[in-house]
């Protein structure tokens, strides 16, 4: 999404965006006077000239950050509308970005910006509360305040706290969240927080082992299927070879999951191997503990190496679940190169 900062150059920018700019900082002028800024207006189609497509992010009196996305009513897209032309776009961006602006200069900035200081100083309070460990794997950016949809239709002021922290592969990345009560963003803090703990214990740990992840030999076994294993343990996770949906990646381990074409009876996830009951004799799953599950079930992906480890009755009490003791290995992306650790 191309976007245009405070700080950039006129030059670096289209015509469409730079109109915007232009028009919304002589409204912002006349609505509250100097002291509302323009941080930031995304286009994600430029070319098109298309009001939904615009983003906007101020700063207004008080330190008050809101974000403005244009596409405000997305009910509306079931229904043709007229299209605009270049400056019926560009009025519409500055109607609507001013009618949020009142709206807030109706709340009181002072208030609004009580609001945002009160929101940062519980987040605080809560994280350090939190062991160390927990604190550095988590870092509240911004907290401010966004029109959407929700904003037009039911007027409430709609709030989005940013912060820091890693994906499920273990990679930076930043998160939002929105609600509409401020003791809610530290609920949802309080709900994460321990996840992504955990993440950066895992990272923690692979690190010293100079490894990027772990991946099952389940999921080694699936991978060697779809070519090379050293250039599919390259790629980037989410271009692996095998179908996203055949595979689970969860703080920085790569498992498996997926239906068997050839056995339709038979579907794999992570350690554990679902069969249709009826497929095999009672006594076989009786004494099944202990044995390498390629004596049980004839499967293209099973090794010798997995052992099972437990067999009951599913939930539903419609298939057999056999749970199998397999070995994990660490990964390097950078190497494609794998190697073995203790069963987990």
């Known amino acids: 999404m191309p976007e245009w900062r405070a700080k950039d150059s006129d030059e670096s920018h ?27 207006v ?10 939904r497509d615009v983003v906007v992010d101020l700063e207004l009196p008080g ?14 897209e079931a229904h043709p509308l007229r299209r605009l032309n270049f400056g019926e776009n560009v009025a519409e961006v500055a109607a609507i970005v001013i009618a949020c602006v009142q709206t807030c200069q109706y709340h009181g900035f002072e208030t609004l910006a009580g609001i945002l200081d009160e929101a940062w100083r519980d987040a605080r309070s809560f ?19 966004v029109f959407k949809a929700i904003w037009v239709r039911s007027n409430e002021l709609l709030m ?16 939002e969240i929105e609600v509409v009560d401020p003791a809610e963003i530290t609920a949802h803090l309080r709900a994460l927080c321990y996840q992504f703990g955990t993440r950066a214990l895992a990272l923690h740990r692979f ?13 080694i076994n699936a991978l060697k299927r779809c070519g090379n294993l050293v250039s599919e343990l390259k790629r980037d996770p989410s271009e692996f070879g095998a179908p996203s949906s055949q595979l689970e990646f969860d703080c920085g381990r790569i498992s498996l999951r997926t239906g068997i074409d050839s056995t339709p009876d038979l579907f794999i996830r ?3 191997v679902h069969v249709e009951c009826g497929v095999l004799p009672k006594a076989v799953l009786t004494n099944a503990i202990g044995k390498q599950i390629t004596q049980i079930i004839d499967c293209a992906l099973f090794s010798e190496e997995m052992v099972v480890i437990d067999a009951y009755r599913g939930f539903l009490g419609d298939s057999v679940v056999i749970e199998v003791q397999q070995p994990r290995m660490f990964y390097c992306k950078s190497s494609g190169c794998y190697w073995g650790q203790n069963p987990q």
């Open 127 to 145: 994280s350090s509360q939190m062991p160390i460990g927990i604190r550095k794997s988590m870092h509240l950016l911004a907290v401010r305040f």
């Open 270 to 272: 992570g350690d554990k």
């Open 160 to 175: 989005e706290a940013e912060y820091a922290s890693l994906d499920h592969w273990l990679r930076p990345f930043t998160y």
């Open 14 to 40: 289209d015509r469409f965006t730079k109109a915007i700019v232009n028009t919304l900082a002589a409204k912002l002028l006349r609505a509250c006077g100097g002291g509302c800024a323009i941080l930031s």
């Open 207 to 219: 690190e010293q082992h100079g490894a990027t992840g772990e991946i099952d030999l389940l999921a």
């Open 42 to 51: 995304k286009t994600s189609s430029p070319a098109g000239h298309d009001y």
């Open 63 to 76: 330190n008050v950050q809101i974000t403005v996305d244009c596409w405000r009513d997305p009910e509306a």
